[in-house]
């Protein structure tokens, strides 16, 4: 049973469009955390959000977190052909044995 | 550099060999992971060390068996390797000790079983 869902599982768009990615989960988390991965290479923490409701900006990426703690949401701005890769979000709980929960994983290309 | 690192980057094998990945993060970080990404990118938790002690050991065959010599290593042995076990492994740490479980991740091994 996947406990984090994400949407969509793929994505395809030109530079300079924006794009939100969805992150869902019927089940709440005590913080959300967003990874980026390149072809070839590990996911590489890109935010941590701790609050419902918390907006967090990161240039011309925005992370939102639910008021629930069940959802998220990813939103590029002007994407740029750097934004391409697979982007993952990951929930965690308060003692659970230090363990994170991925999401699906969202395949993201930005065609120049 | 401060890194998790890994060996092999590619691991080519026979079905039933046995195969080590190795691992090692100079962060200090007292918790170490592995998981297995498969075709379809899905990320899965296999093992987790605190401080050389298993503390997760999610439903992975047997076969695959976790060492922990100290704390700044965490190796993965599979034995009697099958097709299935073809995917990219991960090796991860975090800090211990407040923060939110944030993991760096190795440059990953991608394991083909023939």
């Known amino acids: 049973t996947q406990l984090l869902e994400q949407s969509p599982q793929f994505l395809s768009i030109q530079e300079g469009e924006n794009l939100t990615v969805y992150c869902n989960s019927s089940s709440v988390f005590s913080s959300l955390q967003w990874y980026r991965q390149e072809p070839g290479e590990g996911p590489v923490l890109l935010v941590t959000?701790?609050?419902?409701?918390e907006v967090k900006k990161l240039k011309r990426l925005t992370f939102q977190f639910g008021d629930a703690r069940k959802d998220s949401s990813l939103h590029i701005t002007a994407a740029q052909t750097g934004d391409t890769g697979l982007y993952l979000c990951?929930?965690?709980?308060?003692?659970?044995?230090?363990?994170?929960?991925f999401g699906s994983g969202t395949q993201l290309t930005v065609l120049p | 550099d401060t890194a998790v690192s890994q060996t092999p980057k590619y691991l080519v094998t026979q079905m039933g060999n046995d195969k080590s990945i190795k691992c090692e993060q100079n962060?200090?970080?007292?918790?170490m992971y592995w998981y297995k990404q498969d075709s379809k990118k899905f990320l899965k938790i296999m093992f987790s060390?605190?401080?050389?002690?298993?503390?997760i050991n999610e439903t992975v065959p047997n076969r695959f068996s976790p060492k922990s010599p100290d704390k700044a290593h965490l190796n993965l042995h599979i034995n009697s390797l099958e097709l299935g076990d073809s995917a990219v492994y991960f090796c991860a740490s975090s800090p211990q000790g407040g923060g939110y479980n944030e993991q760096f991740f190795g440059p990953g091994t991608r394991l083909t079983v023939l």
């Open positions: 959000v701790v609050t419902g409701g």
């Open positions: 990951a929930g965690g709980r308060s003692g659970s044995a230090r363990q994170l929960t």
């Open positions: 962060l200090g970080h007292d918790t």
């Open positions: 060390y605190n401080n050389k002690e298993l503390i």
